[in-house]
């Protein structure tokens, strides 16, 4: 009997979703993770949904799964604990609230990676990862398996995505960057993924620091100071 009201619970509520996210009159939640969106598997990560004041009932959806959030005392926001990051616990997520009878309006989609999947792949840096300002270099990320997608990091920070290419039964993804500047340097990791699953990543590179340096200016040398009296220098005349 639980088994069944369960099932049509959440049928209910699959039905009542378009319905809150077509008539909601509350502002829009936002949703976020910490300590990110990007969490190795096997760690935990806290989803947040944040609405108004005096919400009393709050929601977060994943796929046709919806769940109860813990709800601040004051209604302002309410938190649900991944415990381990697994495969099935990444992917796309969105939150509502209520207060009193209205409904939100459907928070923007928050995108949950699990890394550590499949092996890390190697990122290195072509000519070198110490150049001068304004040369060109290339960070290629290898992998030694076919993956169709990469992503590079840079501090922390996604910046591109790339299109891997089959390289026998391996595969590489080129970022290019051109003339270099000291803005450029900076620790770059990587991520190689399947694009048909995509929030399944690799294990990250090892760090690539990347170093641009600014030649110096060319100086004349000082004059060199003379150890003569000056006095010596002052003119007599000959004798007579």
Known sequence: MT?????????????????????????????????GSVIPQGKQVKIWCEGVPGANLYLLRKGRVHLNMDKSADGREAQLLISSMRA?????????????????????????????????PSLLALPSSQVASGQDVTLQCQTEKQYNMTVLYKDEEQINFSVAQPHGRASQANFSILAATPAHGGTYQCYS?????????????????????????TKEPPLPQSSVDPQALTSSPPNE
Do not use: M
């Open 193 to 217: 993924f399947h694009s048909y699953i995509p929030h399944e990543w690799s294990a990250s590179s090892d760090p690539l620091v990347l170093r641009v340096s600014v030649p110096g200016t």
């Open 3 to 35: 088994h069944i009201f369960s099932v049509l619970l959440s049928f209910g509520l699959c039905l009542c979703w378009g319905i809150w996210a077509q008539d909601g009159t509350l502002p829009k939640p936002s949703l976020r993770a910490e300590p």
């Open 88 to 120: 099935n616990t990444a992917g796309h997520y969105r939150c509502l609230y209520q207060r009193q009878t209205l409904w939100s309006e459907v928070s923007e989609p928050l995108e949950l990676i699990v890394t550590g999947r499949y092996k890390s």
